[in-house]
């Protein structure tokens, strides 16, 4: 299991392009919106929470689907399947690794992008807390939405069509921590709903994106 | 006699075959008779006027498209427990009737809002999660639609719709945390005093009858559909072997 999650990590951070990109993004969806929107202070303050979250959304969805699809490619992911390690853990494993070369650089991140867009001062330990708690969700759902589109042509399309609505709780609850957090109120509800769905997405979705993969593999 | 025996795509057919006109003939005429007992034979609404009317086509729509997911996930359930090919295609053959049921439910909505809200569109808990709910119907339409072989597209979906129902129902409750609603509580109930005057009720009961009447019916004549392309598909893959 940490052989496989150390390879994972160094083909991610070695193989060219894959690490950086989602970080890249995030930064440009905090750069372009204020240049979409305007500059007023006020609105972007306002806004902060929400931009901040569909960017990391987006940049998790983008490099979802090479999640499996390498593997699956040169036949690495058949390997595994046979391995003694069962599926649920390979697919656990990819989802860990997906998050500590996304998420968790997303959420390190995203104060100096909150700089950007002039979060209110309040929030930004809400907001690391609350990308921190909710991005393992986003890499678990995604990792779900991977499995099942693995061996399709137009795989990253379809991808983004089943995986984009069920990260709709996961965009509320992660948004409203923020929102709630930059403005003073009591964020600790949203952030526990949260940290549920997180926890709950852990114990279930491995097997049903294991379910997916082994039809696929079939 | 059990209920496996439908399982058996011939007799699935045969009994199909028997039923379809019967069923369609009932859905014809519950819809025909709420619809124009509806329309044509209650009266307006004091605020509301005519627009009241739009609710034998809304309600029941909506309430359709909800089951209609419900009945594909049993179908998906069956299908990775017993491995039943017909209720695989059932669902299949669901998913496009539940997404129109869906966009009735929200146009016939944006008819009545404009009017009546001010509004074609709200951000309210409702509408949001239906919208979502089109949304999910979608994925899965292209789920089954981009995978080629049946059996794979079958399993993959099945775990799509499961999993999907999870986060449909989840979606639900977060956008009603969310926000907080503009849309009226329930139309009708069974068990308590408020709902609408039962001069609305009767026909609105016997649209819904009509609508599920008219679900059942296009489901059938999907999944027939489903297995007839199912079988050319193997006659043709035949004669190709034959051929070489």
Redesign the interface.
């Known amino acids: 299991m940490r052989a496989l999650l150390q390879r994972d990590l160094r083909l991610a951070l070695r193989a060219g392009g894959g690490f950086g990109l989602g970080l890249a993004f995030f930064l440009m969806v905090a750069v372009l919106v204020p240049l979409g929107v305007g500059p007023e202070g006020a609105l972007l303050t306002r806004i902060a929470p929400g931009i901040l979250w569909l960017g990391a959304l987006l940049a998790c969805l983008l490099s979802l689907d090479r999640m499996f699809a390498l593997d699956f490619e040169d036949g690495a992911l058949d390997l595994m399947a046979v391995s003694p390690l069962p599926l649920e853990g390979v697919v656990a494993m990819k989802a860990l690794a997906h998050w500590l070369v996304t998420g968790l650089p997303l959420a390190l991140l995203a104060p100096v992008l909150g700089l950007l867009l002039s979060l209110a001062p309040q929030g930004y330990v809400w907001l690391v807390t609350a990308l921190l708690v909710g991005t393992p969700a986003l890499s678990l ?1 995604g990792g ?1 939405g991977a499995a ?2 693995v ?2 042509k ?2 990253g399309l ?1 991808l983004s ?2 995986v ?3 990260y ?2 996961t965009l ?2 992660g948004a ?1 921590a923020v929102r709630r957090g930059a403005e003073g109120a009591d964020a600790l509800v ?1 952030l526990m ?1 949260l940290a549920a ?1 997180s926890l709950g997405s852990a114990a ?2 491995p097997f ?1 994106a294991a ?2 993969l082994r ?2 593999l ?1 | 006699m059990s209920i496996w025996e439908y399982a058996n795509p011939k007799k699935f057919m045969q009994t199909s075959t028997k039923a379809l006109p019967w069923v369609a003939g009932l859905a014809v005429v519950l819809l025909a008779i709420g619809l124009i007992w509806g329309f044509f034979f209650t009266p307006e609404d004091y605020k509301q006027g005519s627009t009241v009317k739009i609710i034998y086509l809304h309600v029941p729509s909506a309430m359709m498209a909800v089951s209609a997911w419900f009945m594909m996930l049993v179908g998906s359930l069956i299908w990775l427990i017993r491995r039943h090919h017909v209720s695989a295609l059932a669902a299949k053959a669901a998913a496009p009737v539940g997404l129109t049921f869906t966009m009735i439910g929200l146009v016939t909505g944006a008819i009545w809002g404009q009017p009546m809200w001010g509004t074609w569109w709200a951000w309210d808990p409702r509408l949001t999660s239906f919208l ?1 709910l089109g ?2 119907y ?2 899965y339409i ?2 089954w639609a ?2 080629d072989d049946a ?2 597209a079958a ?2 979906t099945s ?2 719709c ?3 129902s ?3 129902f ?2 639900r409750y ?2 009603l ?2 926000n907080q609603g503009l849309h009226q509580g329930a139309s009708l109930s069974v068990d308590t005093e408020q709902h609408v005057s039962n001069v609305y009720a009767f026909p609105l009961w016997t649209c819904i009858a009509g609508f599920v009447v008219l679900f059942v019916t296009l489901v059938l004549m999907r999944t027939r559909t489903e297995i007839r392309s199912r079988r050319i598909r193997a006659l043709m893959a035949r004669e190709r072997a034959g051929v070489l």
Do not use: C, H, Q, Y
Request: no cysteine; aromatic share 10%.
């Open positions: 759902i779900f099942l589109t061996g399709l137009r795989g379809i069509l089943i984009l609505p069920m709709v709780p509320i609850f409203e949203p709903l769905i279930i979705l049903a379910a997916a039809a696929n079939k | 979502i949304l999910f979608l994925g292209a789920l981009a995978v059996d794979t399993d993959l775990v799509l499961i999993v999907g999870v986060f449909a989840l979606s977060a956008v945390f969310w």
